[in-house]
């Protein structure tokens, strides 16, 4: 029986034909996006956005839109939009990248321009850009925020500094300066679709039954604990999700992974329960070996059974589970399989009788301090800022940053989760993570 990458290459190979430059195959980790989009009964895409507070007046919105179409220009995966033709998750690659810079309008003078940005992102249109900018005065701060949007089934992590970087040198070439020739864009065209089809060997080769078999007894006890989301649970002209955030001392060489796993149990037990078995997905992976560096969405999602422990605990926010090393050791077994895209996993997985349909109950993404530059416009360094609020996919995301101290955010779906037992549960994550030889005050 063909793998679902092999499938997936033959649907493709059928649908493209001889428009495979304007029709691109999609990876694993692309696919699950696209087909997430596709489920969503509103169509709502998975976003990433950046922002950046700028001092009143430094932004030229028809500079940084001629700097944003040229940045477009020289990656074909920012000026392709995700689409689904006929069944099959795509790339569909627009030759002129019209990219515009919105500055939405505000229902009543004064609105906060955090309610601003979120209409805007609420409100994303799919048939649109997968790049998109928007700028927003602040009149009490005297600051205008530029947002950066892309939609994820464009971008990874390891593409948004480079993205930030090379968007501020586009700022600061002349007005006028031209798109890429077109020899340029079709050479990158042809290293992007290298990259991708690189990426679907490697995940092709990756789904044997013995890589099967694995993630079937692996996540053979998972189910879905979070309950089903009621809007009514939303507390009356609140946003759609809470956020809370905190700053801790750095360890030595960083939390490890493992150690981040861990943290996240104490705070799945506080929202699940104890003895469960709870999905948590995270990213991982990069780009094939040999394949050029080009901007793009190649990280898989892997999912982590994060067992939530049995018994009392024995500190705040401990409690009985798998020993570290236990955890460390399971999470090397599961990159060795790292490259079997995730609806093979879940295929797997459902295959072998378990009731797991591929929800996940929380996202942990982790990223380097020193991998996140400003974005720069014309010397001038925008301060980022956050924009809480916004919808989460999934019940709840953690996100951790670790540089010379660690900043860690939790943001939760409040149809799902009610504040206080978030906070509860960001309570229990923090005091995981706080070294054991410091106080913080």
């Known amino acids: 029986m063909l793998s679902i990458t092999s499938q997936y290459l033959a649907r493709y190979r059928r649908l493209a034909g001889d428009r495979s430059d304007t029709l691109l195959p999609v990876t694993g980790a692309q696919r699950r996006f696209v087909l997430v989009r596709a489920l969503d009964p509103t169509g709502r895409p998975d976003l990433v956005p950046m922002f950046f507070a700028f001092p009143s007046g430094t932004i030229d919105p028809e500079r940084l839109r001629a700097a944003v179409r040229r940045l477009a220009a020289r990656h074909t995966a920012l000026r392709s939009r995700p689409t689904v033709v006929r069944g099959t998750p795509v790339l569909s690659v627009a030759a002129d990248p019209d990219i515009s810079v919105t500055v939405p309008a505000t229902p009543v003078p004064g609105e906060p321009p955090a309610d601003t940005l979120r209409r805007a992102l609420a409100s994303w249109e799919v048939q649109g850009p997968a790049l998109r900018l928007f700028l927003v005065h602040d009149e009490e701060r005297a600051e205008d925020v530029l947002a950066v949007v892309l939609d994820h089934a464009v971008c990874d992590g390891r593409s948004l500094a480079r993205i930030v970087d090379e968007l501020g040198a586009a700022y600061a070439e002349e007005a006028a300066g031209s798109l890429p020739a077109p020899g340029e864009a079709e050479a990158e065209l042809a290293a992007y679709r290298e990259a991708v089809l690189g990426q679907l060997a490697a995940e092709e080769k990756a789904e044997t039954p013995e890589a099967a078999a694995y993630w079937a007894d692996r996540l053979r006890t998972l189910r879905?604990?979070?309950?089903?989301?009621?809007?009514?649970?939303?507390?009356?002209?609140?946003?759609?999700?809470?956020?809370?955030?905190?700053?801790?001392?750095?360890?030595?060489?960083?939390?490890?992974?493992?150690?981040?796993?861990?943290?996240?149990?104490?705070?799945?037990?506080?929202?699940?329960?104890?003895?469960?078995?709870?999905?948590?997905?995270?990213?991982?992976?990069g780009r094939p070996t040999g394949a050029e560096p080009v901007v793009g969405c190649f990280l898989n999602t892997l999912v982590f059974p994060v067992d939530t422990g049995h018994g009392h605990r024995h500190g705040p926010g401990q409690d009985h589970g798998p020993a570290p090393e236990a955890t460390a050791d399971a999470w090397w077994d599961d990159l060795d399989r790292a490259d079997v895209p995730f609806d093979a996993v879940v295929a797997a997985v459902r295959a072998a009788g378990s009731g797991w349909t591929g929800g996940l109950d929380g996202l942990l993404t982790v990223d380097d301090d020193t991998r996140r530059p400003p974005l720069v416009l014309d010397g001038v360094e925008g301060r980022e800022v956050h924009v809480d609020g916004r919808p989460v996919r999934g019940p709840f995301a953690v996100s951790v940053t670790q540089g010379a101290e660690i900043r860690l955010r939790m943001a939760w779906d409040r149809a799902v989760i009610d504040d206080e037992t978030a906070h509860r549960a960001f309570d229990a994550l923090t005091q995981a993570l706080r070294p054991t030889d410091h106080t913080v005050r």
């Open 224 to 285: 879905t604990h979070a309950p089903q989301p009621r809007p009514a649970r939303v507390p009356e002209g609140a946003q759609p999700s809470g956020a809370a955030q905190a700053r801790l001392p750095a360890h030595d060489g960083g939390v490890s992974f493992p150690g981040l796993l861990d943290a996240c149990r104490s705070a799945a037990r506080e929202l699940y329960g104890p003895g469960r078995a709870v999905p948590l997905g995270y990213p991982w992976g």
